[in-house]
């Protein structure tokens, strides 16, 4: 009975733990990847379906890591679709490489992640970078599918956004006729 336990034990957290991935910001193929976590302390609720990590928690899979004072993963009735991650943190914090080259980062006091809507929440001093363009506010959310992202400020604090223009084609070549310059702006 033991032992059917300890495998019922590593196969519950072997799930919650490759359910856990962030794909919000997806390098293609980090999903695939296993997920590593190395903590001081993990503790497992095989009835709630809950693990927590604590203890300077840090969370890698493909090109994602986080860090985080603690995270728990949780999977509501044991429906690993349903998976919820939150990461807490003074702060915590995410990178991760998207397809195009370009790393993506952030921070809060918190992060949530519900895997069945593909939903993230960045709580508490949220921060979302990219190369040099950035979002500042008290709460950031993200639709991943619809590549929907709002930012929210809170009691007289606003929200901050910095973009930075494309950068100029041809960049250090020089030229003796003139050039064609596109400035776009992007955010996240």
Do not use: C
């Amino acid at each position: 009975m033991k032992s059917k336990m300890k495998n019922n034990l590593k196969f519950l957290t072997l799930s919650l733990l490759l359910a856990a991935s962030l794909p919000a910001f997806a390098l293609t193929g980090d999903s695939e990847k296993p997920v590593n976590v190395d903590s001081e302390n993990q503790a497992l609720d095989m009835q709630g379906n809950v693990a927590t990590f604590t203890g300077n928690v840090i969370v890698t899979q493909g090109s994602i890591k986080i860090t985080a004072d603690k995270v728990v993963v949780t999977r509501p009735g044991g429906d690993s679709n349903k998976t919820i991650v939150d990461a807490y943190g003074n702060p915590a914090t995410f990178y991760q490489l998207q397809d195009n080259g370009k790393p993506v980062k952030g921070h809060a006091q918190k992060m949530h992640y519900e895997l069945a809507k593909d939903f993230v929440e960045l709580t508490d001093n949220a921060y979302l970078e990219q190369l040099d363009s950035n979002v500042k506010g008290d709460r950031i959310t993200y639709l991943v599918k619809e590549q929907k992202m709002q930012a929210y400020g809170s009691s007289g604090k606003r929200v901050t956004t910095i973009l930075v223009p494309s950068q100029l084609q041809d960049k250090g070549t020089q030229s003796t006729g003139p050039k064609r310059v596109t400035n776009q702006l992007w955010l996240l």
